[in-house]
């Protein structure tokens, strides 16, 4: 089983950065598409980036251009660099991992970290 917790959240001014970490447990952290996903109040929780076991990487379209994840299986981590951030950004952010060992058809495995809260403010 996979454990996530995230940090790196915080209160920052519009137009700001930060740098959201995500630290998993386990030894089969690279074989895990990770992900980064928002909740807002009042709002459904959305897709933020996500990050394949192979390094391919997909933006939603609000944060393409300011948004970068990456991920360093040798620390079991993944990371989401988060710039020019607005007071619509703010919202808590939450590590998901996602595994299929056997194929699209088979069981799969998700888990997610308890979230860590972003606030875009002036």
């Known amino acids: 089983q996979v454990q996530l917790v995230e940090s790196g959240g915080g209160l920052v001014q519009p137009g700001g950065s930060l740098r959201l970490s995500c630290a998993a447990s386990g030894s089969i952290f690279s074989r895990y598409a990770m992900g980064w996903y928002r909740q807002a109040p009042g709002k459904q929780r959305e897709l933020v980036a996500t990050?394949?076991?192979?390094?391919?990487?997909n933006y939603a379209d609000s944060v393409k251009g300011r948004f970068t994840i990456s991920r360093d299986n040798a620390k079991n981590m993944v990371i989401l660099q988060m710039n020019s951030l607005n007071p619509e950004d703010t919202a808590v952010y939450s590590c998901?991992?996602?595994?299929?060992?056997?194929?699209?058809?088979?069981?799969?495995?998700?888990?997610w970290g308890q979230g860590t809260q972003v606030t875009v403010s002036s």
């Open positions: 990050i394949t076991s192979g390094g391919r990487t």
């Open positions: 998901n991992a996602h595994y299929s060992p056997y194929g699209p058809l088979g069981s799969s495995y998700t888990y």
